[in-house]
């Protein structure tokens, strides 16, 4: 249709929601996405249908360009909809859907007309293969715009022709790092990486898009931007390195426990060797059985409860006060990584540390960090530039007068701290919060002796701050709850998953790690290999063994959390780091501890059994269930005492603050999943080893954590 007449009659309306409309005005066609219930468009068989129903009322209308766009904000497509995988059982429903999918973004793909699409938003997973399907691709340069295919992170593939267009766009070596990493690029990072074709600011989307579509032809994918990367993607030998080197890193990384990256690389590669229908037909089988394996749905149960938890992790809270300037006290490592946080969040950022020599190693550290971050992509050179802005400092407590929130991160010693805290309340308001990073010491005690000891929380942050997406707030008994909500919101501000656990040494994941190494240290007091202990653990998921971690954090650090978390200790108290720290050895820092450090050598070291007078022997029952029932039973016993609010944080602090392996879902969710096996087990241990392995409360009487 010409002469800016517009057709509006092309709607397709699905009793659930689903609102997909077709227009035409002046020989362009527009495919408008839209849930009007929903705050995204997340991809679901309502949708899916409704899309094809306005493919095909483009491909009627005749028109030689067509745009596809969102009706949302900030939101193109978001992906499927995770809760119809997390209940598939049955592998042929889910693979009838994944063909209807395929089939319309064939449709799209095959439309005669030149397609654009134009990305506002998030356009991942099944939103990213949609992108794909289109000719051109034009994004805005928004902070809420993110694409990229994360089904893997989810123990997932790309199954809507991901795995087949992704390679072809942007050849195979590109493709299989962004669905093996699960990236999710930035606008500017896709360009550069050929994902899209253009980026624009936000307001000149559609009319970008729409000059895209009428001015360029239809294409094929290439295969890459450069001869070299369109060899390896075409060329059988080529590609088989490509992929050989992928797989032997995915194999190596996996370590057996999560499927999906190898069942991706074979999608790509029976695409890429057999054709787009073997391709398609192959990503759709391996997709249906992934989602219906255990450890699918945990990793998806694990995803589901990270975004419930931004909006529970407020329960019970007031509303918090606004942090637009916040102090750090501390400016080493940890205290420059949160200084880099807040300021990323906005908020003018004031760094102390004893002098300016020390104050100016902080801020470097901080720029470095951001600098860093603008090179991958996360930010443009004039956002990094915003953000180093926004960064100051001095060796004494000028500026902090006017800060809102105030976190100390000074070295781990009840005294320092307190001296801290004192000299703050000497120039903060009265309604300023301190926030004190303590991994252990509990807050009580931090504030004992401060006037106004109700505005003191914890906001425990893991190392490195730029990585961990975990900060455990803990609310002392007679906190001000509007402190504690100050100190989640600064928190979720920072972009981390808050968990509020309540005051008592160790809090909840301190706690927990320490027993389970308590219990790594007993084995070794057993004649248990060092190595033997920390290989066990990493075959079963975790990312480092308790010994090679007690020996990165520092067996100084370590002896004092032991020392801290001890007091309610049940079982023998280990001597394994005492004795340690008492012969000198520092861990990897001073060049030895549990291992011997010699440049990138690492050897169990041989001394730490002579300072014991142990010789290796077998353990006592398996590595792996002493170690895991020992952290499962402290987790279910700070859930007894009310140090935890819910299972949920306490598997969203386990996964991601100590990296208890995600393909098991948390302490909790592994206690529902094995039930009175788990149970019988402790039982069987206490009798052999003590009362420490006594089932706690929630486990004995046969609790079910999750419905």
């Known amino acids: 249709m010409r002469g800016g007449r517009q057709r509006r009659g092309d709607r397709a309306r699905e009793p659930g929601g689903v609102t997909t409309r077709f227009e035409e005005r002046e020989g362009v066609g527009r495919i408008v996405i839209d849930r009007p219930d929903d705050r995204i468009n997340a991809l679901d068989p309502a949708l899916v249908q409704s899309f094809g129903e306005a493919i095909r009322a483009a491909r009627a209308s005749g028109v030689k360009a067509l745009i596809v766009t969102s009706a949302k904000k900030d939101n193109f497509v978001a992906g499927a909809d995770l809760d119809f995988v997390r209940l598939a059982t049955d592998p042929a429903p889910v693979i009838e859907a994944l063909r209807a999918m395929q089939r319309v973004l064939d449709d799209l793909a095959t439309l005669p007309a030149t397609t654009v699409a134009a990305i506002n938003g998030a356009a991942l997973g099944g939103g990213c293969e949609l992108a794909l399907a289109c000719d051109w691709r034009v994004a805005a340069d928004s902070p809420a715009m993110r694409i990229g295919q994360p089904e893997v992170q989810l123990g997932l593939i790309p199954a809507a022709g991901g795995t087949q267009r992704l390679p072809r766009l942007v050849g195979v070596a590109s493709a299989l790092e962004m669905i093996l990493a699960s990236r999710r690029l930035t606008a500017r990072r896709a360009l550069r990486a050929g994902l899209v074709d253009e980026v624009v ?36 030998p080529a590609r088989r390195i490509a992929i050989d080197r992928a797989r032997t890193k995915a194999i190596v990384e996996s370590r057996g426990l999560y499927p999906a990256p190898l069942k991706a690389i074979e999608a790509i590669e029976v695409g890429l060797r057999d054709g787009m229908a073997a391709g398609l037909e192959t990503e759709a089988r391996l997709f249906a059985e992934l989602a219906t394996s255990d450890t699918a749905h945990q990793l998806i149960d694990l995803l589901l409860t990270t975004l419930r938890q931004r909006r529970e992790a407020f329960d019970d809270l007031p509303a918090p006060r606004p942090v637009r300037l916040l102090g750090i006290v501390g400016a080493g490592f940890m205290g420059s990584g949160i200084a880099q946080a807040g300021a990323v969040a906005g908020m003018h950022v004031r760094l102390r540390d004893i002098d300016a020599p020390a104050v100016a190693r ?3 550290t901080a720029t470095d960090l ?65 926030a004190s990073n303590t991994s252990a010491l509990p807050i ?7 006037r106004r000891p109700g505005r003191v929380v914890g906001m425990h942050f893991f190392s490195p701050v730029h990585r961990m997406p975990l900060l455990e707030v803990v609310a002392p008994a007679n906190g001000d709850p509007a402190a504690v909500a100050t100190a ?35 084995l070794l007091e057993e004649g248990v290999r060092i190595d033997e202990v920390d290989e066990a653990m990493e075959r079963f998921g975790w990312p480092v063994g308790p010994f090679r971690l007690m020996d990165e954090v520092g067996l100084v650090v370590g002896k004092h959390v032991a020392d801290t978390v001890s007091a309610g200790r049940i079982g023998p108290t280990p001597r394994a780091v005492p004795l340690l720290v008492q012969a000198g050895l520092q861990g990897k820092r001073g060049g030895a501890g549990f291992y011997k450090y010699e440049g990138k050598k690492r050897t169990p070291n041989a001394r730490v059994y002579e300072l014991l007078g142990v010789s290796a022997r077998p353990p006592h029952g398996d590595v792996v269930e002493r170690l895991t029932l020992a952290f499962v039973n402290e987790a279910a016993r700070c859930l007894d005492e009310g140090v935890l609010r819910s299972p949920a944080e306490g598997d969203l602090g386990a996964v991601l603050g100590l990296g208890f392996p995600p393909y098991l879902g948390g302490p909790f969710r592994y206690a529902d999943a094995n039930g009175e096996a788990l149970r ?5 241990l206490a009798n052999a080893l003590g009362e420490r392995f006594t089932p706690a409360d929630c486990l004995r009487d046969g609790r079910r954590f999750y419905q």
């Open 444 to 450: 009580a005690e931090v504030a004992r002796g401060a």
């Open 488 to 522: 989640v919101a600064a928190g979720e501000a920072m972009g981390k998953t808050v968990i509020v656990v309540h005051d008592a040494p160790g809090f909840y994941t301190t706690r927990t790690l320490a027993t389970m190494m308590g219990e790594a240290a007993l």
């Open 680 to 684: 019988n087990s402790l039982r069987r």
């Open 201 to 236: 600011h936000p307001a000149a989307l559609e009319r970008a898009a729409t000059d895209v579509a009428r001015r360029r032809p239809k294409r094929k994918a290439q295969g890459g931007k450069t001869p070299a990367e369109r060899a390896m993607t075409w060329l059988a």
């Open 370 to 434: 951001t600098a860093d971050a603008a090179r991958k992509g996360v930010f443009d050179r004039r956002e990094a530039q915003r953000i180093v802005g926004r960064l100051s400092g001095a060796p004494d407590l000028s500026g902090f007068a006017r800060a809102d929130l105030v976190i100390e991160a000074v070295f781990e010693e009840i005294g320092l701290k307190r001296r801290v805290v004192s000299e703050l309340e000497a120039v903060l308001r009265d309604d300023a919060v301190i």
């Open 362 to 364: 902080g801020l470097k």
